[in-house]
């Protein structure tokens, strides 16, 4: 449990979205804890801010959104808005 090996950059909005959704299938399929998601998820979109918000910074791209699909970007939302 625990041992997923993701990066903290990526080139563009498909390898992000797929890193996460990556991540996110980890945690579903119960190799990942609940803080380890969290603090992956935290650091990886601080770090690529630019490729996973629109401009407005309130509202996740349009790429990153339909690769994640809606139960995903719950998760990451809930993530996301937990120390809001």
């Known amino acids: 449990m625990d041992n997923i090996n993701i990066r903290l950059y990526y080139k ?5 979205g797929n890193a996460l959704k990556s991540l996110i299938d980890s945690y579903f399929e119960n190799n990942l804890s609940d803080s380890n ?20 910074r309130n509202e996740i791209a349009s790429k990153p959104k339909q690769l994640l699909g809606k139960t995903r970007i719950q998760v990451l939302e809930k993530v996301l808005n937990k120390d809001n």
């Not at 563009?12 to 992000?16: I, V």
């Not at 935290?42 to 630019?50: E, G, L, Q, R």
């Open 12 to 16: 563009n909005q498909l390898d992000l």
């Open 37 to 56: 998601l969290e603090e992956n998820i935290v650091s990886i979109v601080n770090a690529n801010k630019d490729k996973f918000y629109k401009n407005n």
